[in-house]
């Protein structure tokens, strides 16, 4: 599953840029690249990113335990995958930071997300290393599956904007969260009203 606005209800990036002030520029590139406006994620990630430099890493801190909520039925929903038996990714074009701390309060099996570089306690303006991007998430996954063995129709997956589809794209159960048309338009299953745990009323107990 993808993290921001799907596991969790806030855009990390646009709250982490309100603590400077610039919430509303950055929300402006997010918007445009979660609807599919802006293709290259990798460059409009970048581009928000670098107006981040100066902020305070405990501005992230801030932003995690002030800001940062799990969406509903989302603890339900893991706990059951968990005692099912599956395997649980979250891979986010988000930042580690927040996708470590979630990993261990949810017991997530696996987190991939990007590298935001501190240097002296403030943010640089940088992403360290390659960027998840829509084909990094769709690599995650596929890399996961192929460790599994698992079949495409062995695979739920889970996410809101436009850099989710090429990874909603390899799922047998492609869910749409409460997601943007185009996002909508090419998943199998839309949750608009209900919480995570929706996800439960398609399978046996």
Request: negative net charge; contains cysteine; hydrophobic residues 45%.
């Amino acid at each position: 599953m993808d993290m921001d606005s799907t596991l969790i209800n806030i855009e990390c990036i646009d709250e982490i840029a309100d603590m400077v002030g610039k919430k509303a520029e950055v929300s402006a590139i997010t918007e445009a690249a979660m609807r599919g406006e802006i293709t290259d994620f990798s460059e409009s990630l970048r581009r928000r990113v670098a107006l981040l430099k100066g902020v305070a890493a405990s501005d992230l801190d801030r932003v995690y335990e002030e800001r940062l909520r799990l969406n509903p039925g989302a603890e339900r929903l893991i706990e059951s995958a968990h005692a099912a038996g599956l395997h649980t990714l979250l891979v986010s074009g988000g930042f580690t930071l927040f996708t470590h701390r979630l990993q261990k309060r949810l017991g997530l099996h696996e987190t991939h997300a990007n590298v935001l570089e501190i240097e002296n306690g403030v943010l640089t303006g940088n992403v360290l290393g390659p960027i998840v991007d829509a084909q990094g998430k769709a690599d995650h996954l596929s890399a996961l599956a192929a460790r599994l063995g698992a079949r495409k129709d062995q695979i739920i997956a889970m996410g809101d904007g436009a850099n989710d589809l090429k990874m909603l794209a390899l799922a047998g159960y492609s869910v749409a969260y409460r997601a943007k048309p185009v996002v909508r338009e090419q998943t199998r299953f839309a949750i608009n009203f209900s919480g995570l745990d929706a996800v439960l009323n398609w399978f046996k107990s």
